[in-house]
C-alpha cells in the first residue's frame, strides 16, 4: 500500500503515540518514515489471501498457573520509582476538570 | 598465576572447587583488567564491583566451609548482563534517558537464575536504546567500541555484551536476541551468540520491546561456554505465560565433529545474494566446505519468502514496541517531565525521554496500526510471517539444519549508516527471518576475512533443536577453530 507520509500525518501520528515533537522534527521523520514505508509496500507482492495470520509462533494452549495466593510487591516499593507521589498513589497532573 | 581472564566459564566451578584460585581473585580479575581497558572501549554502562565480589565472597565461603559447588553450575562465572535485562537494586536502563535512574525491586527470572546457579555478575552493558538497533549507537549514553578494530561498531543492540565477551571483561554474558541482537554482534566480534527458540527463556523482567519475537539470549567466547549458559537459563516460569514447559535438553558437545557425519545441512540461496560481502561470502563458503569435507551433506535450497523478511519486520516488531513502550508515561517510574495537564505531561515525558531512533519505531509501529492502516500493514505482515515460518518448517522436512552468513558485512565504521535507517535495518537482514519463525539460530565464528576481522556462520535449527544445534555448533568450532582475541589489548 503506497502511503504519502506528510509532516501533518506524522504529527497526528505522533499525537496518538503521545510524543510531542518539535515544529523542525517533522519533516526529517516523513521523510525516513517515507523511505521505510516505500520498502514495507514490498509486502503487496505477496498472495497472503488465504493465509492465515501468525500472531504466536508456537502453536500453544493458553496456561493457566496455580491458583495460588502469593504476595506481589508492597506498595512502599510500588512507589519507590515515581517521580511523584501523595500519600498512597501515583500523583498525576489534574485531568478531570471541577 | 597465569591470567585468569583467558579462563573458559565451562572449567571455572571446578577449579574453584579444586582450589587452583578462589572466586574473588578471578573476579578481581576480571574487575581490574575491565577498570584499565574498558573506557577503551565502553562494553559496561556500570560495573558493580561491591556486588560482583560479594557473589564472589559466597562461593568462596561455601568452599572454606567444605561444602560441594555441584549444586552450583556458574559457580564464580563472570557474567556481564545486559541493561535491559532487571536487576534488583541496581540501575537498569535500556541505554535510555527515560530509565536513567531506574532501580528494578525485583530480578528477571533469567538474573535470578543465574544468582541461583553461583554466578558473579559483573555489571550491566551498553545497548542501542530499548534494544532497538543494530550498532549499539543508539544507546544514549555512548557507543560501544568493537574490541577487533575500536573505530568499528560491535554490532547491536547486545554489542556491549559482545564486547565485554571479546575483550575478555567477562567469561559469557547475557543478551536479548529480537531480530538478531545477540547473533549479529556475536559475529562481528568473533564469539558464540544463542537465540534459543521463542518461550525458551522466560521473557519476566526483559524489558519489553517486540513480545512475539524477544529472547533472552546467552553469548560466550566458546559453544561449550554458551551452552553452560543457556541450561542455567532456560525453562519454564510460570510468570511468562510464553514460556515453555517442555523440558530442557541437554547438549552433547562430546562427539565435536563428528557430529557433522551424514549430517543434512540446507544452504538456502538467499541468503548468498546481492548485498552480502565478496569478504564474508568467501569465509563462509570456506567453512561450509569444510564442514562438507567433516562428512556431511550440503543441500542447496530455495526459501522464497526471506526477502520478505525485513519488510515483514519492520512492520511488526515497531508495532509491538509502539504498544509496549506506551507504559513509559512518567507517572509510575523513569523519567518525568512537568506541565500543566496530564496530555503535556505524557508528551513533554515521552519527548524527552526517548532518544530519536527510539521514536521513529514509536511512530512507525502507531502508525501501521491506526485506523486505516492497521489491516494494509499490521495485517498483510502477520500473513507474510505466516509465510516465512512455512519456508522453515518446508526446509526442515529436508534437512537437519541451515547454515547461513550471520550479518552480510563484517563490523562497519561508527557513523557510518546512523542517519540511513534502511542501510542499518539491513545489517540484520539474515537473522532476522529465523527470529520470525520463531527457530532457534546460534551464530558461530567462520574465522577472520581479508579485513582481519571476525565473519560468523548462523546455524538455524527446527524449534526446540537447541541441544543439537548446540552440538552441531560445536563440531563446527572444533572443525574451524576460535578465532582468539582481538590483540588490542
Same mark, same amino acid.
Given at each position: 500500500m503506497a502511503v504519502d507520509v506528510s509532516p501533518e500525518r506524522v504529527r497526528s501520528t505522533a499525537e496518538l503515540a503521545r510524543l510531542a515533537l518539535r515544529d523542525d522534527e517533522l519533516a526529517p521523520l516523513a521523510a525516513k518514515l517515507q523511505g521505510i514505508l516505500a520498502h514495507v509496500a514490498e509486502l503487496d507482492a505477496w498472495d497472503t489471501k488465504a493465509i492465515p495470520p501468525t500472531a504466536h509462533v508456537l502453536d500453544l494452549a493458553m496456561t493457566l498457573r496455580d491458583d495460588v495466593p502469593a504476595r506481589g510487591i508492597d506498595r512502599a516499593t510500588a512507589l519507590s520509582q515515581a517521580a511523584r507521589t501523595e500519600q498512597y498513589a501515583f500523583a498525576v497532573p489534574r485531568f478531570v476538570a471541577e | 598465576m597465569a591470567d585468569l581472564t583467558t579462563l573458559d566459564a565451562s572449567s571455572t566451578p571446578q577449579r574453584i572447587a579444586a582450589g587452583d584460585f578462589s572466586a574473588t581473585e578471578l573476579c578481581r580479575a576480571f574487575l581490574d583488567r575491565t577498570a584499565a581497558l574498558d573506557p577503551s572501549i565502553g562494553a559496561f554502562l556500570r560495573v558493580d564491583a561491591e556486588g560482583a565480589l560479594a557473589s564472589a565472597r559466597s562461593i568462596d565461603a561455601r568452599v572454606a566451609r567444605g561444602d560441594s559447588l555441584d549444586g552450583l553450575p556458574l559457580a564464580g562465572v563472570v557474567v556481564a548482563v545486559k541493561d535491559n535485562l532487571s536487576t534488583r537494586g541496581l540501575r537498569t536502563t535500556c541505554a535510555s534517558r527515560m530509565l536513567a535512574d531506574y532501580v528494578p525491586p525485583y530480578d528477571a527470572h533469567a538474573v535470578e537464575r543465574l544468582r541461583a546457579a @553461583? $554466578?558473579?555478575?559483573l555489571g550491566k552493558t551498553n545497548l542501542d536504546e530499548f534494544a532497538m @538497533? /543494530? /550498532? +549499539?549507537?543508539?544507546s544514549a549514553f555512548f557507543p560501544t567500541r568493537n #574490541?577487533?578494530? !575500536? $573505530? !568499528?561498531t560491535p554490532g547491536g543492540s547486545s554489542g556491549g555484551s559482545a564486547a565485554a565477551v571479546a575483550a575478555r571483561f567477562s567469561q559469557v554474558a547475557l543478551g536479548s536476541d529480537t531480530g538478531g541482537s545477540v547473533r549479529q554482534p556475536a559475529a562481528l566480534t568473533g564469539v558464540v551468540g544463542l537465540k534459543p527458540t521463542y518461550g525458551r527463556v522466560s521473557r519476566w523482567g526483559l524489558v519489553s520491546f517486540a513480545s512475539s519475537l524477544d529472547v533472552v539470549s546467552p553469548m560466550g567466547a566458546s559453544v561449550e561456554d554458551t551452552a553452560l549458559l543457556y541450561a542455567a537459563i532456560a525453562g519454564a516460569d510460570a510468570r511468562d505465560a510464553t514460556c515453555l514447559r517442555r523440558p530442557v535438553e541437554r547438549a552433547d558437545l562430546s562427539l565435536g565433529p563428528d557430529v557433522l557425519r551424514g549430517l543434512r545441512v540446507g544452504v538456502p540461496r538467499e541468503y548468498f545474494g546481492d548485498g552480502l560481502d565478496a569478504d564474508v561470502a568467501s569465509r563462509v563458503r570456506s567453512a561450509l566446505d569444510a564442514i562438507e569435507r567433516a562428512g556431511a551433506e550440503l543441500i542447496e535450497l530455495s526459501m522464497p519468502h526471506t526477502r520478505a523478511s525485513l519488510a515483514t519486520y519492520y512492520v511488526l516488531a515497531p508495532a509491538e514496541a509502539s504498544s509496549n513502550l506506551a507504559r513509559f508515561d512518567g507517572v509510575r517510574y523513569g523519567l518525568r517531565v512537568e506541565a500543566d495537564d496530564l496530555r503535556g505531561m505524557y508528551g513533554a515525558t515521552r519527548d524527552q525521554g526517548f532518544g530519536a531512533e527510539v521514536k521513529l519505531r514509536i511512530l512507525l509501529g502507531t502508525f501501521s496500526l491506526s485506523a486505516g492502516y492497521a489491516e494494509a500493514f499490521y495485517g498483510k505482515a502477520l500473513r507474510v510471517r505466516t509465510l516465512i515460518a512455512r519456508d522453515f518448517a518446508e526446509a526442515f522436512a529436508k534437512v537437519d539444519v541451515l547454515a547461513t #552468513? +550471520? /550479518? #552480510? +558485512?563484517v563490523a562497519f565504521p561508527l557513523g557510518e549508516r546512523s542517519g540511513d535507517p534502511m542501510s542499518m535495518y539491513l545489517a540484520d537482514v539474515c537473522t532476522l527471518p529465523p527470529s520470525l519463525a520463531g527457530v532457534p539460530a546460534v551464530s558461530v565464528p567462520a574465522g577472520l576475512g581479508a579485513s582481519g576481522l571476525p565473519v560468523g556462520l548462523q546455524l538455524i535449527g527446527p524449534l526446540f533443536s537447541e541441544a543439537r544445534l548446540l552440538a552441531v555448533a560445536h563440531g563446527v568450532e572444533s572443525l574451524l577453530g576460535r578465532v582468539g582475541a582481538p590483540s588490542w589489548s
Open positions: - | @553461583g $554466578a558473579v555478575i @538497533g /543494530s /550498532s +549499539t549507537e543508539n #574490541p577487533w578494530d !575500536r $573505530a !568499528r #552468513p +550471520t /550479518s #552480510p +558485512t
